[in-house]
């Protein structure tokens, strides 16, 4: 599961959540920061990685991508109970109450589709290309703020926007690798990671703004939700042909340990709010997005022509501009 989709989700309630208590901000030393956004860096870019070799590498070639993540939510949802039982101190024990569940339905589809498109885009594109062609959520978000919120947005945040499109268009005439399944799964998944982050915002009062409640709910039904169409698919039984050929135990080890990255995305984002501030989440956003790029470069040989540098670049540099315009715009208030 991928963090950017999660990230850009769930930090935009939390952060205003936190933003009345800067004394715990105050408090944090520059090491405990430091590891805090260590954490955030590794568990973000492992779901990344791992997804993708899982997906469409050479060695396993899983190409199954709903079970994928099914599976991951499978063992996310094992793991909160788990820490809810251990941790009753920090994390609310599990709780599902049908009454409830029927209020948050609306994210839990929203949540599934942001996924299964999110983990298809990996699929069809290369990792390098990957960040372009998720890059259109800012755009999305604008729009659907102004739709659904009615909200309206600076002029120096629609710039910014027009920066990511202009980054996402020549990225994607620039991609030797191009593929209109992957640009479609990846303006698609854009699309539900603006969506989703707005209907948290309606989704937390009803778990009284606790956000592992949320993740209770929303965990639980994205997995009977998404079981459901698995059983519709094709890929339940394609599997079971195959199965002989996935009786790997570093196959399912690399499956259960992309799950728990997946879940370890919430708790990076989490501590990212309660221990450091916007800006340097910010910072540490475009780093991680660059740092994938060179990474992926190196462990997947991807090749990137000027044109698709160019629209990286670009899309990289209009993100960080616009969470930029949007931190000043937060603190001027």
């Keep these: 599961m991928s963090v950017q989709r999660r990230q850009s989700a769930l930090d935009k309630p939390a952060s205003r959540r936190h933003s009345d208590k800067p004394s715990a901000k105050k408090k944090s030393s520059p090491s405990l920061i430091a590891l805090v956004v260590l954490f955030y860096f590794v568990i973000s870019l492992s779901v990344v990685f791992l997804n993708k070799i899982i997906l469409s590498s050479a060695k396993y070639n899983f190409p199954y991508p709903l079970f994928v993540t099914w599976f991951q939510l499978l063992v996310a949802l094992v793991l909160l109970i788990v820490f809810s039982e251990l941790g009753k101190c920090l994390i609310p024990p599990y709780e599902f109450d049908p009454a409830i569940a029927i209020k948050i339905a609306p994210l839990t589809v929203i949540y599934v589709l942001m ?17 372009v062609a998720r890059s259109l959520s800012i755009n999305f978000t604008i729009l659907f703020t102004y739709v659904i919120l009615g909200q309206k947005t600076s002029h120096s945040a629609l710039l910014a926007c027009l920066i990511v499109f202009l980054g996402f268009a020549i990225g994607s005439l620039g991609e ?38 949320l993740l209770h709910y929303n965990t639980t039904m994205a997995i009977l939700l998404l079981g459901s169409i698995l059983l519709c698919s094709n890929e339940v039984g394609a599997i079971w042909q195959n199965l002989a050929a996935y009786n790997s135990t570093k196959f399912w080890t690399l499956m259960v340990l992309t799950g728990i990255t997946g879940f370890g995305i919430n708790i990076s984002v989490f501590l990212q709010v309660k221990f450091t501030s916007p800006l340097t989440n910010t910072i540490s956003g475009t780093a991680k997005s660059c740092l994938q790029t060179l990474l992926a470069t190196l462990i997947f040989q991807n090749t990137i022509t000027t044109t698709n540098a160019i629209g990286i670049f670009l899309a990289i540099f209009g993100s960080s501009y616009y969470s930029y315009i949007r931190y000043r715009e937060m603190i001027s208030k």
């Excluded at 999110?118 to 990957?130: G, H, P, R, W």
């Excluded at 399944?181 to 009062?205: D, H, M």
């Design 176 to 213: 030797i690798n191009f593929s209109w399944s992957g640009i479609i799964y990846g303006v698609g998944s854009s699309a539900f990671v603006a969506l989703y982050g707005i209907y948290v915002k309606k989704s937390l009062p009803i778990v009284v703004h606790n956000e592992y409640k």
């Design 115 to 131: 996924l299964v498109f999110n983990n298809l885009c990996l699929k069809y594109v290369e990792v390098t290309f990957y960040q």
